[in-house]
Every structure is written in C-alpha cells, then in structure tokens.
T-cell receptor
C-alpha cells in the first residue's frame, strides 16, 4: 500500500535553532499535510498544501509541496520549548474524500 | 464547541477477548476515521465512516470492524485480541462539506489498549 517516509526519525536541537524535516513517497499525492502531536494528545493540523510547488507559512512554520508531488518539507524557525512533540506528514492520494495517510513521524526535542 | 470524545481512555484486556471503543465526533462532523498508533509505526489508517457508511478502509484484518450511528457517533470493535493489538487507538472527525479544509482531521485523545 501507499507509504510515507519521514526523516529524520528524531532530532535534538538547541532553543533558537532552525529545524528542517521532510517526507517522501513513491506515490503521487494531491494533498500534503503536516500535523503535530503533543504528549498525551491527538495530532493537530499545522499546514495543508494543495498544489505542486506551493509554499505556505503559519507563523514560524513553513512547508512546501514538492514539484514532483512525491515529497514535502517542513521548516521551523527559531525553535522554542513548546515546539517539542512529534511531527507527522500526511497526504491524500486523489480527492479530498480520500483517506488521510500518515508517515511514521519525526520526534523533536528542544534543549533550553 | 466540544472536541472529539473517546471512551474509554485506558483499558486492559487479555488475549482472545474482544473490545469495543467509542468515539463522539465534533457536532456537525459527519466523517469519523479510526487510526492505530504504535511507537515507530506512526498512525495506521483503519477505516473511515461517513453518514453511516464505510467510505475508506485500511489494510487491517477482519478482526477490526467499525460502525457509525445516525448521530455520527462511531464504534470500533476488535475481536480475538492479540498481543500486537496493544496500541493507542485514535478517532478523528472531519467536516465533510462546503468550505471544508481537505485533509483536516480533529483528533480525540485516544483509547490506550493493553493486551496481556
């Protein structure tokens, strides 16, 4: 079945540093999504991307929909302690009514 | 607006037993999806229900089943539990209609199942 690969698997960074993580797939996706999960809670949508090449920002977060439609990346600038959590990429293959498939996640730790 | 509510939050079962988990979506949301979360595996899609019909299905064995009621509440059932079924089961609701943000899921806090 369709599978998403995320890298890195985990990151330990100093507060104030920028962070970059990415997501790849062997399949073409029509929608790319980035979610964040805080400990003990369900994931929350951060950014949604719908067009190849699209670059979208949400505060200190920036994400891009890859030109090949098989990848996406997420950047976090000037990290802060509350950025700690697991970041998941996700996608929908065709329509907006397709199942949302999630990657394995990138665990982010921020050292104050 | 109340969020997605899942019950029970924690439960312990033994191999061979069966379990039923419940999910109440956000008011007005007609889509409910279920995911299994285990360390290192991310969120594995189980199934999605919309207006009482299964609209999408993942690659899980038939021991995993679900249903949705007319008020959009959903239940999932796992029969003949195995040790590997130990996981956090997350329910997510979505507004499936005009003006929706495609792919936006609203998750509950999950039901943590331990199989001994």
């Amino acid at each position: 079945g369709q599978q998403l690969n995320q890298s890195p698997q985990s990151m330990f960074i100093q507060e104030g540093e920028d962070v970059s993580m990415n997501c790849t797939s062997s399949s073409i996706f029509n929608t790319w999504l980035w979610y964040k999960q805080d400990p003990g809670e369900g994931p929350v949508l951060l950014i949604a991307l719908y067009k190849a090449g699209e670059l979208t920002s949400n505060g200190r977060l920036t994400a891009q929909f890859g030109i090949t439609r098989k990848d996406s990346f997420l950047n976090i600038s000037a990290s802060i302690p509350s950025d700690v959590g697991i970041y998941f990429c996700a996608g929908q293959l065709r329509t907006s009514y397709d199942k949302v498939i999630f990657g394995p996640g990138t665990s982010l730790s921020v050292i104050p | 607006k109340a969020g997605v509510t899942q019950t029970p939050r924690y439960l312990i079962k033994t191999r061979g037993q069966q379990v039923t988990l419940s999910c109440s979506p956000i008011s007005g949301h007609r889509s409910v999806s279920w995911y299994q979360q285990t360390p290192g595996q991310g969120l594995q899609f189980l199934f999605e229900y919309f207006s009482e019909t299964q609209r999408n299905k993942g690659n899980f064995p038939g021991r995993f089943s679900g249903r949705q009621f007319s008020n959009s509440r959903s239940e999932m059932n796992v029969s003949t539990l195995e040790l590997g079924d130990s996981a956090l089961y997350l329910c997510a609701s979505a507004y499936s209609g005009t003006g929706m943000i495609a792919g936006e899921l609203f998750f509950g806090e999950g039901s943590r199942l331990t199989v001994l």
